[in-house]
């Protein structure tokens, strides 16, 4: 036997401290998992809205940001792999990596402090490209950290057990499995929440920083729960940079091909026979079985492509919906909750009923059959997502294409009016009151006559813009005012109000005072029963008003206003709150998860199971690759797509699935199931090779001649 082997496995059977059955050192591991799955998906929960509304980017920059994001994280694993395995070990990689990570956080976090460049104090950043850089900067960061050392958790949690513990190690995966589940579940809960929060120096903002800080102080706790294992763990040296290797056989195998591409050489079983010249026959074995499972790996992207879209475009879909579910008000982030909930209790269920069920019934589910029902599942989620978003459509306003102008008018006089625009539409409004709606022109210079009292004034308005037109106490001097011509941000509602009264007013949630037939800017108040505080001087009276999500309105204050005790103030609605509910994602977000289950569980099993021992990290890295290419599809769709609709987008997206599934169900039908471990073997004994269970005695006769030098060496010791 070599050294080397001796090593290994003198490695193997390193006595490990035992709890249960289970090394100790792993309860540090699993620990570390679920709170850098926390830190993860924390993160990556509130991401979208940040760059939506604190960096003010539109749906599609915000979107394509956060998949190349997300499929830099899932390009890093590979970065991480050779790094473990030709350089540092596991352990070093971790823990090098996880500082790049909560440095990382920590930048993303401080990128969210908007009072850092908010020299006016108005509340909004004065310096964006700033907080762009150091939040691109803190992703960056993240990305190399959370990616790199994807590869080496599981598998140095793997390293902890010891030949006997093949049971332990089963459930160590369960556990682990879980931990993410846990981790993601509660974080995507709380990090909503706390961006939810107002916070800030100068001016209170929604508390981007709090939302990132947690994850960000969560991470520096994985790290320490980590180190603090550090002398229990059993520590395996890097093993050989096996990814180069197969990379460095593949290259040779082409270009001894393309060298040899004449027909007076005679052709090769498999073009990777052409490896044969430098490689020996069991490594070109094995990359032949792993290639077969990477070329099955082609069409799988597309199935990541629509399951990212949770954290992107369903999380921008939700902040149009109504999150009142009575017993609690659900923030739009907060619907991504729904898968770990549904993975945690859909795992089990699947396992242990539907799967013995299918089983028992006679039928074949094989892996590669699941896969593409999982395929299927996912395709069907993003059809329910088309029919949520068509309903939500119909309850949008029409805000004006980019030739049209639209208008409302607001009469503050004391009496009604026949309000006239450019000759053709008159309109009848009672004092303190406003037309129905908007009118939508087609024409931006128009003519306005207030038909009793003979005054027409011309106005100019915005291409597609909305304006309200105020007729004060004193018409002659009626105005324009522009209106939002979205929804209000994250949910929340705009307001303002129009000063009726005859002098200036101090008015709670606005910045400054109101004067005199002015109508103000708009603040933005959440959901719920608001209370607004009205005072001027000595006089002041209060009323309150309900909000949904998503509405505009515009208050009209009379000139009655104390006497009647803030009674006459009248509400107009210039955007109808969100009507469609969250609980509408709900059958998306069940069959987005049937489908990972399906899919995603399933293919890292049959991964693993089709890989040789030594390759089960190539897989891992190629698997990890489909994600990150699915992740870069959806950023190419929505930067050059720019499809008019959503809902379109959506059946897009649906029907690609469908259409790679189909492909992939024709390559699973040719792929023939293997044990890898009987190709070696029998490749082994062609070679003439030692078996494997020459081998294993072999390790015995070593740890018996161990144990006998070790009683050699306590005998002289007692002897002496
Ligand atoms: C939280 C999610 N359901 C999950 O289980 N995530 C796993 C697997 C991710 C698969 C690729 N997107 C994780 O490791 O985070």
Known sequence: MTDEKMDETKKKTKKTAECCGFPVSI??????????????????AVLVLYFRYFLLWDDDLATSIYHAFVALCYL????????ADSWLGKFKTIIYLSVVYAVGQVVMAVSTIHDITDTDRDGTPNNFTLHIALSMLGLILIALGTGGIKPCVAAFGGDQFQEHQSRQLN?????????INGGSLL???????????????HTQQQCYPLAFGVPAALMVVSLVVFISGSGMYVKTDPEGNIIWAVCKCIGFA???RFRHRSSAHPKREHWMDWANEKYDKLLIAQVKMVLKVLFLYIPLPMFWTLFDQKGSRWTLQATTMSGDFRAFILQPDQMQTVNPILILTMVPIMDRIIFPLIKKCGLDFSPLKRMTVGMLFAAMAFVCAALVQIEIDKTLPDFPSSSESQLKVVNMFNSSLNVTISHKDTLLIDSLESSAGYVTLDHQEITVSLNSSGITKNFSLIAGGRQTLIIPSDPSVMYLKEDIKSKPREGRNAVRFVNGWTAVLNITNLESNLEPTVISNYSLVAQGTRKFVLSNGAQSCEFSQTFGFGSSYTFLIPSTLFSTDCKSIKAVEDIQPNSVHMALQIPQYFLI??????????GLQFSYSQAPKNMKSVLQAGWLCTNAVGNIIVLIVAELGKLPKQWAEYLLFASLLVAVSVIFSVMAYFYTYIDPAEVEAQIRSELGFEPEEEKKKETLEMEDKDKDQQNEQEVKQTKI
């Open 171 to 179: 459930t160590f995966f369960s556990v682990f499995y879980l931990c």
């Open 254 to 256: 082409i270009k001894n």
């Open 76 to 83: 890093t694993p590979i970065m991480g792999a050779i790094i």
């Open 593 to 602: 998860t049937t489908g990972e289950v399906l899919f995603s569980v399933t």
């Open 187 to 201: 974080s995507t809960l709380i990090t909503p929440v706390l961006r939810a929060q107002e916070c800030g120096i």
């Open 27 to 44: 309860f540090f591991i699993v620990v570390n998992e679920f709170c850098e799955r926390f830190s993860y998906y924390g993160m990556r």
